[in-house]
């Protein structure tokens, strides 16, 4: 897509957004009248007034906060029926469903104590909104609050503590999502609506999102293609920014954060405004800027510094018809790449240059180690750009939300002296994305959503190697879902259709040995290219039953599908972030799989218990294995560079498991919170020959993780939300692990300790001045490798024996943020 066309599309996208409002407007007819909503909040058991509680219709992204009397007033409704949230930290979340009539409404909403989140409530993108314990779709939540209060070194360390949530990561700076076993591509992210794009295949790079920027998090666990099409047979990740401050108001903050392991220096500042009128404008600016890490095994990990810098922001508008919103973000990191190459005495080596041709390794030097340097000759430049138009408006009797997104990914990698400034990979991913969905109006507890979305991708290699052809793809689908509520019983499900359309371009080798897409003389075809459509079917249905007030039932049936990646399809090169040579199959099938849950909540105000069972079974579940020789030896491509060989391989797999969480808030005691979680995902490959490959790659341990926390309202004249907590997380021994071709090698089991601290600091009038959170991750120092870490795998150490890079060592963590009143 040249920049002319990209001109058009935004220009598209501003159009869109400036008329479609008013065409609401003009449809609308039955949104006439200025209605005003003011009321009460208080405390259920107490009757006294709450401060500060937010009240939020989500239809019209308007809200309004409670005064010193606990009183609020919001204007500019519409008159007729109405969604409204009321939040408050440490307090259930309340929705209810009121009717407006002319002039003022009076509606007076009580709150309750929470022990845990489980009437958060959520938008799964199929309803308008729903709660975590009444969804038969089994979802967890996680608020900014929480990721406040730990100590994470990217976007998605922050939610791996959550039952079944994991990691794979390639050190500090690199992770991926990973839900009950399943992760890469088999993992969707939603950022504000729209589907994250940034080649989520790789395991060598981040989400391409300004964790700052992230105020909640919604996890969905299953099948998550009823929801966004082919890719979500582990799940979905759903990223929500901030919503815009109530009419009147402009504000601003500004976030410091400072973890001493890598010496990392973070900084986030935002502005935001809402005009009376409805029209609000947010610019957040976050950078980044961290050393290599160090444990007691390794010392400082050579090749682990990173630096970011991201600009994200939104304009728009919210009226009584609903809301229409422009999301721009422009994300960018460059990162090292960890290789764990050593030499004889144990310290790390990198590349140098010889001569205009030669190149050679040499030892790190010490202030090479502290340095925060990116080295030119290993490293990965990666950039993330996105607009996306966000509308949600009242037609008819039923509402519309549209989603309309671009992207460009651009993603580098650095791997030689001999080539300064000259990528040897160099993906160069445009993205355009769609999501229209329709909610009829609700009777008699019936809800139904009928949609569309699709995606429109576009591959192309500008680097000096080529890994995989350049490609094309175009995914549509339509969905229809139901949902029927009553007082003890939800029920809903769906169907869903997509199409793939996958155009992969042909791949010749020249003289050199060199891939290329360029046919020519003496060029040999090593892939003909690829022109084929992947269709299928996917359904959901569930259903929750409140047995008593306090005991709900809860289970779920989804089927979703997977089509085949193209670098499943067609690689056939070295891949310069995962050290190895990847063959790619052509006649690969679409994954496809049948997951079930079983769950159980019990909550009082003191005590909350969920747990769930699922099984996940996938048939032509593709993954890479590793080629042997005739002699049952590595298969090397290439000799001088002992690279190993692997290849794409499918058949049928099996993953079941259980979460737990225990909540427990004492009446007697309510500064005491006690919780507890457990994980357990098990797999098997059925289609495996022998014991040594039955299992499937990079499977989480069972893990137990026990938490205490301590808090005060208040602590003196000048803290407010006081907070001290202790935590121990236990990892068990992995030792189903895919042993076969010497992929994989058994984890030893490994306990953490960690710890934290925090206080709102007030002034005076009792407005907050700044907030402090303070946490220690590994207390201990413990030394470990997580079976999920890719650099557990990078060579060995002469000195030590010790195989593969450890895990980061003790990391305190402090964040402040400073709010800022206009």
């Not at 440490?90 to 409404?105: C, E, F, I, M």
């Not at 399943?182 to 989400?207: C, K, P, S, Y």
């Not at 003196?716 to 021994?733: D, F, I, M, S």
Request: a positive charge.
């Amino acid at each position: 897509m040249n920049s002319l066309l990209r001109l058009c599309l935004t220009a598209g996208l501003l159009w869109l957004g400036l008329t479609l409002p008013q065409y609401v407007i003009a449809q609308s007819t039955t949104l006439a009248g200025n209605a005003v909503l003011n009321g009460l909040v208080t405390d259920q058991k107490t009757r006294e007034p709450l401060i500060g509680a937010t009240i939020f219709v989500p239809s019209l992204q308007k809200g309004a906060a409670t005064d010193t009397l606990g009183r609020f007033r919001l204007p500019g409704l519409p008159m007729g029926p109405l969604s409204v949230e009321v939040r408050l930290v440490g307090y259930k979340t309340l929705t209810r469903r009121v009717q407006l009539s002319a002039d003022s409404t009076r509606f007076d909403f009580m709150l309750a104590t929470e022990a845990t989140q489980l009437n958060e409530v959520v938008v799964t993108g199929l309803t308008t909104g729903s709660t975590v314990k009444e969804s038969p779709i089994p979802i967890m939540t996680y608020s900014k609050m929480q990721w406040l209060q730990t100590a994470s070194t990217n976007l998605v360390d922050a939610v791996v503590k959550l039952p079944g949530m994991s990691q794979i990561s390639t050190g500090v700076g690199l992770s991926k999502p990973v839900i009950r076993g399943l992760g890469f591509n088999r993992v969707i992210t939603v950022h504000d609506g729209v589907r994250q794009e940034d080649n989520q295949w790789g395991e060598e790079h981040a989400l391409q999102i300004d964790e700052y920027s992230i105020d909640r998090y919604e996890i969905i666990k299953g099948a998550g293609s009823l929801l966004y099409g082919s890719d979500g047979l582990g799940g979905v990740m759903s990223l929500i920014s901030a919503r815009p401050p109530q009419p009147g108001v402009t504000q601003g903050q500004i976030m410091t954060n400072y973890q001493s392991n890598n010496g990392m220096l973070g900084l986030s500042a935002m502005m935001e405004t809402t005009g009376q009128k409805g029209v609000y404008a947010r610019l957040r600016v976050s950078g980044k800027s961290a050393g290599n890490y160090r444990n007691r095994f390794d010392g400082r990990v050579y090749g682990s510094a990173y630096r970011e810098m991201d600009v994200n922001g939104a304009v728009g508008i919210s009226r009584k018809w609903g809301y229409s919103q422009l999301n721009f973000s422009n994300w960018h990191q460059d990162i090292n790449i960890v290789t764990g190459e050593r030499d004889r005495t144990g310290r790390f080596v990198k590349l140098v240059r010889v001569n205009e041709t030669t190149e050679d390794v040499a030892p790190v030097s010490d202030a090479e180690l502290r340095s925060r340097a990116i080295n030119p000759a290993n490293y990965q430049n990666l950039n993330h750009t996105k607009l996306s138009w966000n509308t949600f408006a009242r037609i008819g009797r039923g509402n519309l939300s549209a989603v309309v997104s671009y992207s460009q990914n651009r993603r580098q990698e650095f791997a030689s002296t001999l080539t300064p400034g000259q990528p040897a990979l160099y993906f160069f991913l445009q993205n355009v994305y769609y999501d229209l969905k329709y909610f009829m109006e609700a009777r008699n507890g019936w809800e139904f959503t009928v949609g569309t979305s699709g995606l429109w991708q576009k591959n192309q290699n500008w680097g000096l190697e080529v890994l995989y052809p350049g490609y094309g793809s175009l995914d549509n689908g339509a969905v229809a879902f139901f949902q029927k509520k009553t007082d003890r019983l939800t029920v809903n499900g769906g169907v869903r259709v997509d199409v793939r359309r996958m155009q992969i371009n042909p791949l010749y080798v020249d003289e050199s040995g060199a891939f290329t897409e360029t046919n020519g003389t003496n060029r040999a075809v090593r892939f003909a290219g690829l022109d084929k459509t992947y269709a299928n079917p996917t359904a959901s249905l569930g259903a929750s039953y409140a047995v008593t007030p306090k005991l709900t039932v809860k289970a779920n049936l989804a089927r979703g599908f997977r089509a085949p990646s193209t670098p499943e399809l067609s690689a056939n090169g070295e891949h310069a972030g995962t050290f190895r040579y990847e063959i790619g199959n052509p006649n690969l099938k679409s994954e496809t799989s049948f997951q079930s849950d079983l769950g159980v909540v019990y909550e009082t105000p003191e005590l909350s218990i969920t747990a769930s069972l699922f099984r996940n079974g996938i048939q032509n579940y593709t993954y890479s294995e590793k080629v042997l020789n005739r002699l049952g030896q590595d298969s090397i491509v290439d000799p001088a560079r002992p690279i190993l060989t692997y290849r794409y391989v499918q058949g049928n797999a099996v993953l079941y498991g259980a979460e737990a969480q225990l909540v427990y808030n004492p009446a007697g005691a309510k500064w005491l919170h006690l919780s507890g979680t457990y994980s357990l995902v098990r797999s098997r490959n059925l289609s495996a020959q022998g014991d040594s490959a039955r299992y499937l790659p990079f499977l989480p341990p069972p893990r137990t993780i026990v938490q205490a926390k301590l808090t005060r309202t208040e602590l003196g004249r000048a803290l407010r939300n006081a907070y001290a907590q202790t935590e121990v997380e236990y990892n068990q021994a992995q030792n189903q692990a895919l042993l076969a071709f010497g992929t994989e090698t058994p984890t030893p089991a490994f306990t953490l300790w960690n710890i934290g601290a925090g206080a709102d600091v007030v002034g005076k009038d009792g407005q907050t001045r700044f907030s402090v959170y303070v946490s220690i991750n590994n207390l201990l120092d413990r030394a470990y490798q997580s079976h999920q870490n890719r650099l557990k795998y990078f060579g060995e150490n002469p000195a030590t024996g010790r195989l593969g890079v450890y895990n980061m060592g003790r990391n305190a963590s402090i964040k402040v943020v400073v709010p800022l009143r206009f």
